[in-house]
């Protein structure tokens, strides 16, 4: 397979960035895109060149580092799937790719395709966790009977891996329904109520101060979630941070 | 409680609050207009009520007038701050693939809205203000149907109504069934009724204006 890549490098944080082309050759349909990138890189470095830089960690689509806007969406052209689990069969002999980072001034570029996504670390550490008391009291989580459908949805929205492919498809740049997820995942839960409302409003307090934009249900989020989180979390967020500020 | 009023999520309610409390409007503005169709007593009948009603003219239109600031600045300062919030632009944006050109694009939609709304209010309310406030004319109950009909004689007005309602349309297409999810009762894919209901609306509200319009222009007896 023969591709020609415009991937856009910027050498630092500060510097100007821009787009440049690259043809490659000998792409196979097995390869996954990360493989791909691999390949381009190793023939830059052959010939001297900087290697493009980008995030990958499991390289199992449960990491959430291989973060590319891939001919204008985040993750490629295949839904419900990662970057790495992108395979290059999903593409033509001959085809341009246009592979860009996550667009928002949320996440600045610190290389080529890398963004720091640390203002998603701190929306968590905001409020996203439950405060267990560790000193050997701690009862076991099994010993509270929880509604199956609620354990259920609690446990999808913490699939939420924390890409940021949601920031990247939003026009906005919105990070709502990270956020959301994060905050449902311990408020459907009995152990995540009792700091439900101090929660709520921590964790969106810092994700406006991030600087990620507004919200205007686009839906375009779910959409190009690799995890397929779900709006409702978004409902839901909204209905209770409304209730945290009104009646506490 | 002080927090509400800074944050994100509070924004959107009172865009969601300010765009129902229009819904309404809208759904009553129509339910007179469409009078003008059926019988032009009722419609001067209902017209002088609206006019000259105390309450309509000292309590309910500066709250009209507020909704309508609120929500049109607000509109302009989100997506003023969604700008900001992506400094550089993607070279290559699939947007259309994920999402409806028109939740894509309330601020286009909804700025054709505001400069009709200019020549809406030059049409009728200028027009009303000056027969009550600067001319001092005295009431006459009978003469807004002739009024109504004056204003779509001509078919640039018309072509402008047309279209500025086309917009409308699109705009609450998206707005109206969004609100429900800004407010925390339904997301936008969900709740099947209500979605429809929405979706009904604001094509059937907005055709019902196009239809007034077009009716006047070519039953007009200037």
């Known amino acids: 397979m023969k591709l020609t890549l415009k991937i856009w490098r910027q050498a630092n944080a500060n510097a100007k960035g821009k787009m440049v082309t690259y043809p490659l050759d000998g792409i196979d349909g097995d390869m996954s895109f990360l493989e791909m990138m691999d390949i381009l890189n190793e023939e830059l470095i052959t010939k001297g060149e900087e290697p493009v830089e980008f995030d990958h960690d499991c390289r199992e689509g449960i990491c959430g580092s291989c973060n590319m806007m891939i001919n204008g969406k985040p993750h490629g052209p295949q839904k419900l799937t990662t970057t790495c689990q992108l395979h290059m069969r999903k593409f033509n002999d001959g085809d341009t790719i246009t592979i860009e980072p996550w667009r928002a001034a949320a996440f600045p570029v610190i290389k080529d395709l890398i963004v720091d996504r640390t203002a998603f670390d701190r929306i968590q550490q905001a409020g996203g966790y439950v405060s267990v008391n560790t000193s050997g009291n701690t009862q076991d989580a099994n010993s509270i009977p929880i509604e199956k459908a609620k354990a259920d949805e609690a446990f999808h929205s913490a699939t939420c891996i924390g890409c940021g492919a949601c920031v990247a498809a939003c026009k906005n740049a919105s990070a709502m329904l990270f956020t959301s997820a994060k905050v449902s995942q311990y408020s459907l839960l009995p152990q995540g109520e009792v700091e439900a409302t101090t929660r709520v409003q921590n964790m969106v307090r810092q994700m406006d101060l991030e600087g990620f934009g507004n919200c205007t249900n686009t839906g375009a989020c779910m959409i190009e979630c690799p995890k397929g989180i779900k709006l409702e979390n978004i409902t839901r967020m909204n209905r209770e941070y409304l209730k945290a500020e009104t009646i506490g | ?222």
């Open chain 2, 1 to 222: 409680m002080s927090a509400l009023v800074k944050s994100s999520l509070a924004r959107k309610w009172v865009m969601a609050l300010s765009g129902l409390f229009l819904v309404i409007f809208l759904t009553q503005h129509f339910v007179i207009n469409i009078t003008s169709v059926i019988s032009p007593d009722t419609f001067n009948e209902w017209s002088h009520f609206m006019g000259y009603n105390p309450l309509v003219q000292f309590v309910a239109q500066p709250i009209l007038i507020a909704g309508l600031i609120v929500h049109f600045a607000m509109g302009i300062i989100l997506d003023f701050q969604n700008r900001k919030a992506r400094p550089i632009k993607y070279a290559n944006y699939a947007g259309g693939t994920n999402a409806s050109w028109v939740s894509r694009n309330m601020i286009i939609t909804g700025l054709v809205v505001l400069a009709f709304l200019g020549l809406h209010m030059y049409d009728f309310w200028v027009h009303e203000m000056t027969v009550k406030y600067i001319d001092v004319q005295p009431e006459d109950p009978t003469r807004y149907f002739h009024e109504l009909q004056a204003k779509f004689v001509s078919p640039i007005r018309v072509g402008i109504y047309v279209v500025s309602f086309i917009l409308l349309a699109m705009h609450l297409w998206h707005g109206f069934n969004s609100s429900f999810q800004s407010m925390g009762a339904k997301a936008i894919n969900k709740g099947d009724g209500l979605r429809k209901f929405t979706y009904a609306w604001a094509v059937l509200i907005p055709a019902g204006f196009i239809f007034i319009a077009l009716f006047h222009h070519f039953t007009h007896t200037h």
